[in-house]
């Protein structure tokens, strides 16, 4: 079974795409953290990110820069996000996505174009997603739970930014695919948001014609 999970910053897609994950038994890929590394690599390489030449250059990145805690942060998430318009960097990236979803018995993948174009023909395709204000509050809060603080207003003007370059770049921009199911969940908790979701796929997959009688 593969799930696809897609939705913008700060959705909660990661929590659930994880909370998924340990729910079937299924391996994970969070592939923003590949796009993370790439916006990384290309500050350490002392590149431009909006360099096409640089940022595929930068594709390049050891493995063990996705375990670099550096990469979770808000810089390097607005990087990801300017490294991710350029094609060559979507295309260095796509094998690597596909083959993971391609694991016997499954995967989980989350990201931007995970039920659009890295597993078009996912069993399950969530897009999940909130209200700019609950994105916001959310982020504040995980933060100052980290220990750094930047004002609200600040987080959102940066949201805001981040899903207009996300939804309007051209390449393979954030879009619910048409098959997709869409999970709002601004008034949901975690666990609320969890349990929908887990509620999504089991109703999907019991739906599926080829399900086993
Ligand atoms: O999910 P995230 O916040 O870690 O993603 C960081 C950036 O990476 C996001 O703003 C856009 C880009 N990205 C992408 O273009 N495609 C993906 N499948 C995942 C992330």
Redesign the pocket.
Known sequence: MIIAV?GP??SG??TIARGLARHFGLPHL???????AV?RQVLLAGGNPDDPLDAVRATDFPDSLLVDPVLRHEG???L??R???HKGV?AA?LER?RAFAAQPGGAV??????GTV?VPDADVKLFVTASVGARARRRHAEMLSRGSDAPLEAIRTDLIA?DA??RN?AE?P?VEAADAIVLDNSDLDAQQSLAEAIRIVEAAVADRPDRPA
């Open positions: 897609d910053t700060a897609k990661g969070d592939t923003g953290l590949l796009y993370r916006g390097t998430g607005a990801a996000s490294v991710s318009v979507r990236l996505q993948l989350d990201g931007r174009d995970i890295i981040r370059r996300d770049r393979a954030l």
